[in-house]
């Protein structure tokens, strides 16, 4: 009897609950409409802020107009052209010169990599695009090409530059950029095996053949990456531009419509009969009237037009943040094992061009005369180890290089840097032909042996802090935030003030690199790419589903939590919360409370369910034994985040979202599409 009792009454509140949720769900289902065209409105923010994108990149080109500095804009292809033409015909220039001309080539190519991440693939088209990206190659290979004719005029002269030493010439050349380290052999001791460059602890060990040999040695350290082949990407389904001809249509209406109203006053002025100074008056009045009705149309249309402008924007900012959040179905296949995958590693510090050259003939004095020779083909790269050895075991005549190395002081590494080299008949990196590797790291000092000269540079892994441990994002004040991400290694804190970002904090046991960043507010794509230079990456690819352990979440439903926690980031703080990893992968969880003033600090956290179309306060807190969909007494369903805060929210924290600007919220979306945080956390 016990037994029945307690069974029904548990059949009793399963039905109460059940008749509360149908409840709910008819109450949601009745405001659905309203509240998700509020919501629509409310999101007009996005394609807002990017049409001040649009306007901003208008400016800049014109702006640059203006100038008249003599740089060429990097998206008139003609004016590039003819800058890439004019540098190339430029001959015999100094090492001092192609540095000082680099900064402004890499400057063009940073703008042109900007303006492809910058600007919707469909604004720019398919020729845009690639004329962009030949240009880059163009400019990348044109570089490399004068470091080379610079290094050659330079190592003519080395018998004037030998030092008095050691009687071989010894040459180092800084730049913010590029540094570039020479020896050449002109004494051959075969004693003299060790190589240190000037005011550097790197240096080389080098085998008896080569110390023997007719060679020079450059080690040339560029702070970019040209080397590295493009990520295989998944483009968003191009859809076929809307064309403007509906909104031609619209507009030309109030054109056709003029005859028929023409024909109307004829009509009319026959029928009434009015004196002659009736008539004036009344085809003067007329006319007026016209002119206000066209007025009115041409506003209208106007309204049209801008409306339908603005809903084909928001379509596309829609597909291209979606795009952010997806995953991709399959990685790319890494062809043998000693390849590295690019989808996993990235290379950190940029890239040291080790070469072993043959010394060009030197500049000689004749009779007050400087006569040189001048072989074709130009600087000549020494085979080592020789491709044709007989009767010889290589690995005891033909030792490997000893390098050491100087890790810069901008990057990071979070664990001991993987040293790759540059395989240039199969374009990949490689780990083999790489052997004792040491890695100092209070010193900042990586020494490994290397069996043949060729470009190296220091690998990290992309998901190093990743997934996170834990989140938090905070209002500041109107328009800025801040966005904390707690990782295994270390604390970023990122500030957002309108559409900037800057690194406020981070925990580093050398600071030096964080003063590179310390103090610079960019906008989130540049403020993004910084950051991975130095190694501080936080921003999970499309690949990183299959490398790290995430929460498999719906993108469409990821998607919209950001765009929604955006509008309402100026009001109140989201935090991780331990229940979106158990949850449905439709669903995510987060914690969430109204932060307008200091005070509002100690108010409790409430837990919200979103499922992308519904919101929902849970009764569960972090400290509950198991996970459940309750939701809390008094409180209701909702089509939105912003309607669901709505219901226990003060007047200024509602007054503060509706202030935010499109540029902030956008900012803020953007960084949080980019960090993935619901779903790596």
């Known amino acids: 009897m016990k037994f029945e009792k307690e069974e029904q009454e548990r059949l009793e509140r399963q039905r109460i609950e059940e008749e509360k949720w149908h409840q709910l769900e008819e109450k949601d289902l009745e405001r659905r409409t309203q509240e998700l065209e509020e919501l629509y409105l409310l999101e007009m923010c996005f394609p807002e802020a990017e049409k001040l994108k649009q306007e901003t990149r208008s400016l800049s080109r014109w702006m640059h107009y203006l100038a008249c500095d003599g740089n060429p804009d990097p998206s008139e292809s003609q004016e590039m052209n003819s800058f890439i033409s004019l540098w190339r015909e430029e001959l015999n220039q100094s090492f001092e010169a192609v540095m000082e001309k680099s900064k402004l080539v890499l400057y063009l190519i940073e703008k042109m990599k900007l303006m492809l991440l910058e600007t919707p693939r469909c604004d720019l088209g398919n020729k845009t695009t690639m004329q962009y990206k030949g240009m880059i190659l163009e400019l990348q290979e044109l570089l490399h090409f004068k470091l080379n004719r610079a290094t050659e005029l330079l190592l003519r002269q080395s018998s004037n530059?030998?030092?008095?030493?050691?009687?071989?010439?010894?040459?180092?050349?800084?730049?913010e950029n590029i540094n570039v380290y020479l020896w050449a052999n002109l004494k051959k001791n075969p004693r003299h095996k060790s190589v240190r460059f000037p005011s550097t602890q790197?240096?080389?060990?080098?085998?008896?053949?080569?110390?023997?040999?007719?060679?020079?040695?450059?080690?040339?350290?560029?702070?970019?990456?040209?080397?590295?082949?493009?990520?295989?990407?998944?483009?968003?389904?191009?859809?076929?531009?809307?064309?403007?001809?509906?909104?031609?249509?619209?507009?030309e209406a109030p054109e056709t419509e003029k005859p028929e109203v023409e024909e109307a006053e004829g009509s009319a002025n026959e029928l009434v009969e009015l004196t002659q100074e009736e008539a004036k008056d009344g085809e003067e009045q007329e006319k007026e009237e016209g002119q206000m009705i066209f007025l009115e149309e041409d506003t209208l249309d106007e309204a049209k037009q801008y409306e339908l402008e603005m809903k084909l924007l928001s379509d596309k900012v829609l597909e291209a943040q979606e795009f952010l959040v997806k995953n991709a179905s399959e990685k790319p296949d890494v062809t043998h094992s000693a390849d590295v995958d690019l989808c996993q590693f990235m290379m950190v510090g940029g890239v040291f061009h080790l070469d072993i050259l043959h010394l060009p003939p030197l500049c000689k004095s004749v009779k007050g005369w400087m006569m040189v020779e001048l072989p074709k083909g130009g600087l000549q790269n020494f085979t080592y180890p020789p491709e044709n050895v007989e009767d010889v075991d290589p690995e005891n005549v033909f030792p490997p290089i000893e390098v050491t190395l100087e890790v810069p002081e901008h990057v990071v590494f979070f664990e001991e840097?993987?040293?790759?080299?540059?395989?240039?008949?199969?374009?990949?990196?490689?780990?083999d032909a790489i052997s004792d590797v040491y890695y100092r790291e209070e010193e900042k000092l990586l020494s490994f042996s290397l069996e043949m000269p060729c470009p190296i540079s220091l690998a990290q892994d992309l998901h190093v802090n990743m997934p996170y441990v834990t989140w938090e994002l905070t209002p500041l004040d109107l328009n800025k935030a801040l966005l904390t991400v707690t990782t295994v290694f270390t604390e970023f804190q990122i500030q957002i003030k309108e559409n900037l970002c800057l690194l406020s904090s981070i925990k580093l046991k050398d600071?030096?690199?964080?003063?590179?960043?310390?103090?610079?507010?960019?906008?989130?794509?540049?403020?993004?790419?910084?950051?991975?230079?130095?190694?501080?990456?936080?921003?999970?690819?499309?690949?990183a589903c299959f490398y790290v352990t995430d929460n498999q979440k719906a993108s469409s439903v990821e998607m919209r939590a950001y765009r929604q926690m955006a509008l309402l980031s100026s009001a109140f703080a989201f935090h991780w919360s331990k229940w979106n990893s158990v949850c449905n992968y439709k669903k995510v969880v987060f914690k969430v409370r109204e932060q307008v003033t200091s005070k509002s600090d100690s108010s409790a956290w409430a837990l919200l369910m979103f499922s992308g179309?519904?919101?929902?306060?849970?009764?569960?807190?972090?400290?509950?034994?198991?996970?459940?969909?309750?939701?809390?007494?008094?409180?209701?369903f909702h089509s939105s985040l912003y309607h669901m805060v709505k219901d226990f929210a003060s007047q200024e924290a509602m007054e503060r979202i509706r202030n935010s600007t499109c540029q902030y919220v956008d900012s803020?979306?953007?960084?949080?599409?980019?960090?993935?945080?619901?779903?790596?956390?």
């Open 202 to 251: 790197m240096g080389l060990e080098i085998p008896r053949i080569l110390a023997t040999s007719d060679i020079a040695l450059r080690l040339l350290h560029t702070s970019y990456d040209h080397i590295s082949p493009v990520l295989p990407t998944l483009e968003p389904e191009e859809e076929e531009p809307a064309p403007a001809e509906p909104v031609k249509e619209e507009a």
């Open 417 to 431: 840097p993987v040293v790759v080299r540059w395989d240039a008949e199969d374009q990949c990196w490689k780990k």
């Open 511 to 543: 600071p030096r690199p964080f003063s590179t960043l310390e103090g610079k507010w960019m906008a989130p794509i540049p403020f993004i790419i910084a950051l991975k230079r130095a190694g501080l990456n936080i921003f999970p690819t499309r690949y």
């Open 161 to 175: 530059l030998a030092d008095v030493d050691s009687g071989n010439m010894e040459k180092t050349i800084r730049d």
């Open 668 to 681: 803020v979306c953007h960084l949080l599409l980019s960090t993935r945080v619901l779903n790596f956390a």
């Open 613 to 636: 179309d519904r919101a929902q306060k849970l009764k569960l807190t972090e400290e509950s034994e198991a996970f459940s969909e309750t939701v809390e007494e008094g409180t209701e």
